[in-house]
């Protein structure tokens, strides 16, 4: 059976610099076009900058290495199913905010940036 051709968007990263005054073009981040960032809020630490994406996933930017991974939010508890997410900061970390139909909500904090 062949395999599902996966189509993909490529998205340009500029970091802007105050020393030089000047923008520098990073290595474009690769993402199936069927992936992409839910809201233009990101959250930032420590010289990462996260995104959340439609498929539940948190893209990784570390603007220092140059380098991007993709990190699995939490899975959910029991039957807790998310209508609404977003990234939080919280103490200087990184947090992800769930809230379920029933109104409760979900808090977790990443420990390692």
Known sequence: MPKEKVDYD???????SSTTWQWREFQSVQLPSSVYPVSDEAVTSGGVVYFLLSNDTILRFDIYSEEHILIFTPSPINDFKPYA???????GKLGYFSISEDHLWAIWVFIQN
Not at 10 to 16: A, D, G
Not at 85 to 91: E, P
């Open 10 to 16: 490529y998205y340009n990263v500029e970091l802007f």
């Open 85 to 91: 997410s977003r990234l939080i900061k919280f103490h």
